[in-house]
Protein backbone atom coordinates (compact mmCIF):
# COMPACT_ATOMS: atom_id res chain seq x y z
CA UNK A 1 0.00 0.00 0.00
CA UNK A 2 1.31 3.44 -0.91
CA UNK A 3 1.65 6.25 1.68
CA UNK A 4 -0.99 8.91 1.58
CA UNK A 5 0.60 12.33 0.97
CA UNK A 6 0.05 15.41 3.59
CA UNK A 7 0.23 18.87 3.69
CA UNK A 8 2.74 18.77 6.90
CA UNK A 9 2.49 19.20 10.40
CA UNK A 10 -0.01 22.87 10.81
CA UNK A 11 -1.20 21.87 14.04
CA UNK A 12 -0.45 22.14 17.87
CA UNK A 13 -2.57 21.81 20.99
CA UNK A 14 -1.06 22.98 24.16
CA UNK A 15 -2.59 22.55 27.62
CA UNK A 16 -1.97 26.09 29.04
CA UNK A 17 -2.11 26.87 32.80
CA UNK A 18 -2.24 30.68 32.39
CA UNK A 19 -4.40 30.44 29.39
CA UNK A 20 -5.34 34.21 28.99
CA UNK A 21 -1.25 35.44 28.87
CA UNK A 22 -0.15 32.76 26.26
CA UNK A 23 -2.89 33.96 24.27
CA UNK A 24 -1.40 37.29 24.38
CA UNK A 25 2.57 36.01 23.96
CA UNK A 26 1.20 34.54 20.49
CA UNK A 27 -0.60 36.87 19.47
CA UNK A 28 0.50 40.44 20.75
CA UNK A 29 4.41 39.37 20.80
CA UNK A 30 4.40 36.75 17.82
CA UNK A 31 1.44 38.04 15.61
CA UNK A 32 -1.27 35.31 15.80
CA UNK A 33 -4.37 35.80 15.37
CA UNK A 34 -7.56 34.17 17.49
CA UNK A 35 -9.78 32.50 14.62
CA UNK A 36 -11.73 31.01 17.15
CA UNK A 37 -12.73 30.49 21.12
CA UNK A 38 -16.01 28.38 21.62
CA UNK A 39 -15.33 28.75 25.28
CA UNK A 40 -13.49 30.30 27.95
CA UNK A 41 -11.18 27.04 28.41
CA UNK A 42 -10.13 26.94 24.37
CA UNK A 43 -8.66 29.39 22.09
CA UNK A 44 -7.57 28.34 18.39
CA UNK A 45 -5.23 30.86 16.59
CA UNK A 46 -3.55 30.88 13.28
CA UNK A 47 -0.44 32.96 11.15
CA UNK A 48 -1.85 31.91 8.10
CA UNK A 49 -1.86 28.12 7.14
CA UNK A 50 -0.98 26.92 10.81
CA UNK A 51 -3.46 26.32 13.91
CA UNK A 52 -2.33 26.55 17.45
CA UNK A 53 -4.97 25.42 19.68
CA UNK A 54 -4.52 26.59 23.13
CA UNK A 55 -6.63 24.65 26.09
CA UNK A 56 -6.89 25.41 29.87
CA UNK A 57 -5.05 22.76 31.97
CA UNK A 58 -6.30 21.38 35.20
CA UNK A 59 -4.22 22.50 38.26
CA UNK A 60 -2.53 20.76 38.58
CA UNK A 61 -0.78 20.23 35.81
CA UNK A 62 3.21 17.74 35.82
CA UNK A 63 4.76 15.94 33.23
CA UNK A 64 3.14 12.98 35.22
CA UNK A 65 -0.43 14.12 34.58
CA UNK A 66 -0.23 15.53 30.73
CA UNK A 67 1.47 14.66 27.67
CA UNK A 68 4.82 16.23 27.63
CA UNK A 69 6.07 18.46 24.71
CA UNK A 70 9.58 18.84 23.72
CA UNK A 71 9.15 22.67 22.01
CA UNK A 72 7.38 23.97 18.99
CA UNK A 73 8.64 26.17 16.40
CA UNK A 74 7.81 29.04 14.17
CA UNK A 75 9.38 29.47 10.75
CA UNK A 76 11.20 32.51 9.63
CA UNK A 77 12.13 33.94 6.11
CA UNK A 78 15.99 34.55 6.63
CA UNK A 79 19.11 34.12 9.15
CA UNK A 80 18.72 38.12 10.01
CA UNK A 81 14.73 37.51 10.98
CA UNK A 82 16.03 35.57 14.03
CA UNK A 83 18.48 38.43 15.17
CA UNK A 84 15.48 40.13 14.97
CA UNK A 85 12.85 38.16 16.60
CA UNK A 86 15.49 38.20 19.35
CA UNK A 87 16.06 41.41 20.25
CA UNK A 88 12.11 42.08 20.26
CA UNK A 89 11.56 39.23 22.59
CA UNK A 90 14.26 40.32 24.74
CA UNK A 91 12.66 43.80 24.71
CA UNK A 92 9.28 42.34 25.84
CA UNK A 93 11.21 40.41 28.75
CA UNK A 94 10.54 36.70 27.37
CA UNK A 95 12.65 34.69 28.86
CA UNK A 96 15.20 33.31 26.77
CA UNK A 97 16.31 29.41 26.92
CA UNK A 98 19.48 29.79 24.23
CA UNK A 99 20.76 32.81 21.90
CA UNK A 100 20.73 33.04 18.44
CA UNK A 101 22.82 30.51 16.75
CA UNK A 102 24.29 28.99 13.51
CA UNK A 103 23.79 25.06 12.85
CA UNK A 104 25.11 22.88 10.86
CA UNK A 105 22.59 22.31 8.48
CA UNK A 106 22.38 25.93 7.46
CA UNK A 107 19.71 26.70 9.78
CA UNK A 108 19.85 29.36 12.70
CA UNK A 109 17.34 29.53 15.48
CA UNK A 110 17.06 30.75 19.00
CA UNK A 111 14.84 29.13 22.22
CA UNK A 112 12.54 30.90 24.13
CA UNK A 113 9.54 30.12 26.59
CA UNK A 114 6.10 30.97 26.59
CA UNK A 115 4.17 32.40 30.21
CA UNK A 116 3.41 28.53 30.51
CA UNK A 117 7.13 27.57 30.06
CA UNK A 118 6.62 25.68 27.14
CA UNK A 119 9.83 26.00 24.81
CA UNK A 120 9.41 27.81 21.96
CA UNK A 121 12.02 27.93 18.75
CA UNK A 122 12.23 30.47 15.98
CA UNK A 123 14.33 29.22 13.02
CA UNK A 124 15.48 30.14 9.90
CA UNK A 125 15.73 26.66 7.47
CA UNK A 126 16.51 27.28 4.13
CA UNK A 127 13.92 25.44 2.00
CA UNK A 128 15.16 23.89 -1.09
Sequence with gaps: MQRPSHLGLRHLALHAVNLEKCRDFYCDLLGMQVVW????????????????ALHRATKPFTAETAQHLDHLGFFLKSKEDVD???DFLVAHDVKIIAKPKDHRDGTRS?????????????????LP
Design 37 to 52: QPDPDNIYLSSGEDNL
Design 84 to 86: RWY
Design 110 to 126: FYCEDPDGNVVQMIYYP
